[in-house]
């Protein structure tokens, strides 16, 4: 299984992580980013996340092929929530199943950092001062 999701509802992990298992894998590794409640000094509220769902979809799945097959991973998975998020939330989870963990770690590593610098998502901060600003994850 290998599958890039924008979700508009709460991530369930435990879903995710079951979709993993894989007798032909020793290891197993995620990464979860979760909105925390400041950015550069400024204490945050909450977020919205917006997205080019056509393109952020292509984009996105394209993104986790090209890791799996980089790294040898059997199963891999990137959700991104798109919508409001409040503080603690889990704005983007990516689990790797691999049969060592090197390959499981990295791919998991490569596949956020392709996701934030390629896919047009974009989050609205909203700031404890009334303010707001928009920024590319």
């Known amino acids: ?12 992990i435990a879903a995710l992580r079951a979709q993993l298992s894989d007798p032909h ?4 590794a995620s990464f979860e980013g979760i909105v925390r409640d400041h950015n550069e000094g400024r204490p945050v509220q909450r977020l919205e996340y917006q997205v080019y769902a056509e393109l952020a979809q292509r984009e996105g ?6 890791v799996a097959a980089e790294f040898d991973v059997r199963r891999l998975v990137c959700i991104h929530r798109i919508g ?17 963990r090197g390959a499981a770690f990295d791919a998991c590593r ?3 950092d392709e996701v934030k610098l390629r896919v047009p998502i974009w989050k609205n ?13």
């Open 1 to 12: 299984m290998i599958r890039f999701a924008l979700l508009d509802a709460p991530i369930d």
């Open 84 to 100: 409001a998020l409040a503080i603690g939330d889990i704005a983007v989870w990516v689990g790797a199943a691999a049969a060592h």
């Open 125 to 137: 901060e909203h700031y404890a001062d009334g303010e707001s600003g928009w920024l590319h994850p």
């Open 25 to 28: 894998c020793g290891a197993i």
């Open 61 to 66: 799945e394209a993104i986790v092929a090209a």
């Open 110 to 112: 490569r596949v956020i």
